[in-house]
Every structure is written in C-alpha cells, then in structure tokens.
C-alpha cells in the first residue's frame, strides 16, 4: 500500500512537470505501471478476504461438531447411549417402511382397468395373469377374489376382505416398534434428569453446604439427557407420521380397487 501511495505521488509530480523534464512516452509508462501494481493490490486483498471467509466456515462447523461431541460426552455414556441406540433402530425400520410402502404403491385405477379388460377379452385367467405380473397389495388382493371367481360372490367377497386384511398387517409390519422407541427416548431422557438431580442432591448432603459447583454437573446432565431424548422423539415422530398416512392412503386405494373388483365380477356373472 506504501508502495503504490509513493507511486501515486510520483506520477503526480512527472504530470506536472512532464512537459519540461520527461518526454510524453515515459509518463505513459508510469501510468501502465501504477495501474498493474494497484490491480495487483486489489486481487491479493480480494483473495485475503475469500480465505479468510473459508477459515470462519470450517471452523464453525468444526466448533459445531465438537460441542455436539462435547454435549452428548457429558449425558453420560449410560443414558446418552441408550437414546442414541434408539434413534439409530427407530431410524433403520423407518426406512426399511418408508421403502417397503413405496415399492407397494401401484396405481389402482389403472391395474382396475386391464383386468376388467382382461376379464372381456380373455376370462378370469387372463386377468389372474395380470394380477399376477402386478406387484403390490391390490394385485395379490385382485387375485385372491379372481381366483374364487367360479364360486359364489359371497365366497369371493369373503376372500377379498380376509387377503385385505393379511395385507394391511404386512404393512403395519415392525410400526409399532417406532411408536415404542418414540415413548422411549423421552422417558430414559427424563430418568436421566431424576438420576441427575439425585446426584446434585448426594454431593450437597455430601459437603454439607450449598454451593453451585456442586449442582452445576448434576443439574447438566439431567438437562442433556433430557435435550437429547426430546430431540430423538421428535425426530422418530415425524417419520412415524409420514408412515401412518402414507398406509392410509394404501389402504384406502385397497378398499376402492376392492369394490370395483366386486363389481366386475357381478356384471361378469350376468
């Protein structure tokens, strides 16, 4: 910066005096100079400021990372580790459900559709073999009714509703565990703050005076574990909510596909 004052100062002095001491290309020169040296100045400053940007990131995320560490250290290994396992298990079967009920949405209307076509063109076995090409709940239900269809309504209808019902079981299949781990995380956080409070309550009787060193460490503890359970029920909650719905909405497009089967089968049997 001293540099390109002293430039600066130069050029101003060989601008006055230009016309009696330097010929017109040696002030030009200068000129060219000045300019590369101030643009120098401004990307080495500019390239400063980037880095130093890029130091304040990392090391916020650094410090972040730590005191997560640093937090779930001072819970306790016990408690802390008891609700991290559940949040890790709850997490597992959320996936493996939210995978599971994924892959068994179908579209009913239109799997209705090629099986009342099938039924026209081909009979009840062409249409079992559409069932049977379809995957999901709807399709296994569809064919447990076709496959009754020679025999009365009532015998078809009755394993319609018995399949539908195996099916819904299928996909409620390892749900309640969530709701466990969800009932659970709080209750070993909130343990942890009994057990906390009781141990802030033993070094007072302890010492036989009331000190706030004393209590700090216990009363953190039972706040941290507390924190952490809160935290990992919440989380579990908002997949066992998306879960929930998103059995519902098979389930309601088992019980529509359902009906419309029935009533293919009755105008098939006229």
């Given at each position: ?23 017109q ?38 410090n ?30 959320a ?13 009913s209307?239109k ?8 039924m ?5 076995k ?63 956080g ?12 033993d ?7 009331m ?41 309601n ?18």
């Open positions: 910066m001293k540099k390109l004052i002293c430039l600066i100062g130069m050029f101003s002095m060989l601008f006055i005096h230009s016309n009696y001491s330097f010929p290309e040696e002030v030009d020169s200068l000129v060219q100079e000045v300019d590369s040296i101030a643009q120098s100045e401004v990307l080495e400053s500019s390239d400063d400021i980037v880095e130093e940007e890029q130091l304040v990131v990392e090391e916020e995320e650094l972040f990372h730590q005191e997560l560490k640093k937090r779930f250290i001072e819970g306790g290994p016990g408690f802390m580790g008891i609700v991290l396992l559940c949040l890790i298990l709850g997490l597992a079967i996936i493996e459900r939210i995978i599971y009920l994924n892959l068994s949405t179908s579209d209307k799997l209705t559709a090629d099986v009342e076509s099938a026209k063109n081909g009979g009840v062409a249409a079992k073999e559409v069932c049977r090409n379809t995957p999901g709940p709807v399709a296994s239900i569809f064919y447990q009714g076709l496959d009754r269809a020679n025999e009365s309504l009532e015998s078809a209808e009755k394993a319609i509703i018995s399949y539908g019902g195996v099916q819904m079981g299928q996909l409620e299949k390892n749900v309640s565990w969530i709701s466990l781990f969800i009932a659970l995380a709080p209750m070993l909130f343990m942890g703050t009994v057990i906390g409070m009781i141990q802030a309550f070094k007072i009787e302890a010492a036989g005076d000190q706030p060193s004393l209590v700090a460490g216990g009363i953190k503890v039972a706040l941290l574990t507390t924190v952490f359970g809160l935290i990992v029920a919440i989380i579990l909650q908002i997949f066992y909510n998306y879960i929930i719905a998103k059995i519902d909405n098979i389930v497009d088992m019980e529509d596909a359902s009906i419309s089967l029935m009533d293919i089968l009755v105008s098939n049997k006229k």
